[in-house]
Protein backbone atom coordinates (compact mmCIF):
# COMPACT_ATOMS: atom_id res chain seq x y z
CA UNK A 1 0.00 0.00 0.00
CA UNK A 2 1.60 3.31 -1.29
CA UNK A 3 1.22 6.12 0.99
CA UNK A 4 2.34 9.98 -0.10
CA UNK A 5 2.76 12.17 3.19
CA UNK A 6 3.00 15.64 3.03
CA UNK A 7 4.40 18.32 5.69
CA UNK A 8 5.17 21.36 6.26
CA UNK A 9 2.23 23.68 5.50
CA UNK A 10 1.61 26.52 8.16
CA UNK A 11 0.51 30.37 8.41
CA UNK A 12 2.83 32.99 6.60
CA UNK A 13 2.80 36.77 5.73
CA UNK A 14 3.24 38.18 3.13
CA UNK A 15 6.85 37.84 1.89
CA UNK A 16 7.65 34.84 3.90
CA UNK A 17 9.28 31.22 3.30
CA UNK A 18 7.63 27.58 3.92
CA UNK A 19 9.45 24.80 3.19
CA UNK A 20 6.85 21.62 2.10
CA UNK A 21 8.33 18.08 2.69
CA UNK A 22 6.86 14.97 1.39
CA UNK A 23 7.62 11.09 1.54
CA UNK A 24 6.06 8.09 -0.22
CA UNK A 25 6.51 4.81 0.82
CA UNK A 26 4.99 1.68 0.32
CA UNK A 27 5.82 -0.83 -2.36
CA UNK A 28 7.14 1.58 -4.67
CA UNK A 29 9.62 -0.39 -7.11
CA UNK A 30 10.20 3.23 -9.27
CA UNK A 31 9.16 6.76 -9.11
CA UNK A 32 9.34 8.49 -12.51
CA UNK A 33 8.42 11.71 -11.29
CA UNK A 34 7.56 13.51 -8.07
CA UNK A 35 5.90 16.61 -7.86
CA UNK A 36 4.01 19.25 -6.34
CA UNK A 37 0.00 20.53 -7.05
CA UNK A 38 -2.03 23.21 -5.38
CA UNK A 39 -5.38 23.97 -5.03
CA UNK A 40 -6.98 27.28 -4.06
CA UNK A 41 -11.01 27.29 -2.89
CA UNK A 42 -13.22 27.92 -5.90
CA UNK A 43 -10.08 27.26 -8.32
CA UNK A 44 -9.35 23.47 -10.06
CA UNK A 45 -6.05 21.62 -9.06
CA UNK A 46 -3.01 23.40 -10.89
CA UNK A 47 0.85 21.72 -11.13
CA UNK A 48 2.93 23.52 -8.95
CA UNK A 49 6.46 21.98 -9.79
CA UNK A 50 7.06 18.92 -11.10
CA UNK A 51 10.66 16.80 -10.51
CA UNK A 52 11.89 14.06 -12.82
CA UNK A 53 13.92 11.16 -11.60
CA UNK A 54 17.38 12.84 -13.42
CA UNK A 55 16.53 15.34 -11.36
CA UNK A 56 15.03 17.97 -13.49
CA UNK A 57 12.58 20.58 -12.61
CA UNK A 58 9.62 21.71 -14.22
CA UNK A 59 8.20 24.98 -12.82
CA UNK A 60 4.55 26.86 -13.26
CA UNK A 61 5.18 30.45 -14.27
CA UNK A 62 3.70 31.51 -11.45
CA UNK A 63 5.94 30.07 -9.07
CA UNK A 64 9.15 30.08 -11.38
CA UNK A 65 12.10 32.08 -9.35
CA UNK A 66 10.23 32.01 -5.99
CA UNK A 67 10.33 28.32 -5.24
CA UNK A 68 12.67 25.35 -5.80
CA UNK A 69 11.64 21.81 -5.67
CA UNK A 70 14.17 19.00 -5.01
CA UNK A 71 14.74 15.57 -4.27
CA UNK A 72 16.52 13.52 -1.17
CA UNK A 73 19.55 12.54 -2.43
CA UNK A 74 19.72 10.02 0.20
CA UNK A 75 15.79 8.68 -0.15
CA UNK A 76 14.84 8.75 -3.51
CA UNK A 77 10.80 9.00 -2.47
CA UNK A 78 11.37 12.00 -0.69
CA UNK A 79 10.54 15.64 -2.27
CA UNK A 80 10.41 19.02 -0.73
CA UNK A 81 9.49 22.28 -2.15
CA UNK A 82 10.96 25.73 -0.48
CA UNK A 83 8.45 28.35 -0.96
CA UNK A 84 9.78 32.13 -0.94
CA UNK A 85 8.42 35.32 -1.46
CA UNK A 86 4.96 34.00 -0.73
CA UNK A 87 2.07 36.09 -1.61
CA UNK A 88 -1.50 35.65 -0.84
CA UNK A 89 -2.25 34.15 -4.00
CA UNK A 90 -0.21 31.29 -3.10
CA UNK A 91 -2.78 30.28 -0.38
CA UNK A 92 -3.95 27.07 -0.95
CA UNK A 93 -3.83 23.02 -0.20
CA UNK A 94 -0.77 21.82 -1.90
CA UNK A 95 -0.33 17.89 -2.44
CA UNK A 96 1.77 15.93 -3.23
CA UNK A 97 1.74 13.18 -6.81
CA UNK A 98 4.10 10.51 -7.01
CA UNK A 99 4.29 9.30 -10.29
CA UNK A 100 5.75 5.56 -10.68
CA UNK A 101 4.27 5.04 -14.20
CA UNK A 102 2.15 6.23 -16.91
CA UNK A 103 -0.58 5.03 -15.51
CA UNK A 104 -0.16 4.84 -11.84
CA UNK A 105 0.21 7.92 -9.33
CA UNK A 106 -0.46 8.35 -5.82
CA UNK A 107 -1.76 11.58 -4.16
CA UNK A 108 -1.05 12.69 -0.35
CA UNK A 109 -4.13 14.05 1.58
CA UNK A 110 -2.56 17.39 1.33
CA UNK A 111 -1.16 20.83 3.29
CA UNK A 112 -2.71 23.68 3.73
CA UNK A 113 -0.57 26.73 2.86
CA UNK A 114 -2.00 30.05 4.22
CA UNK A 115 -0.53 33.78 3.37
CA UNK A 116 -1.27 36.54 5.08
CA UNK A 117 -1.77 40.23 3.33
Known amino acids: QVQVAESGGGVVQAGGSLRLSCQAS????????MGWYRQAPGKQREMVAI????????YADSVKGRFTISRDKSERNAVFLQMNSLTPEDTAVYYC??????????WGKGSLVTVSS
Open 97 to 106: NTRASAIMEY
Open 26 to 33: GGLFSVFT
Open 51 to 58: IDGGGRPT
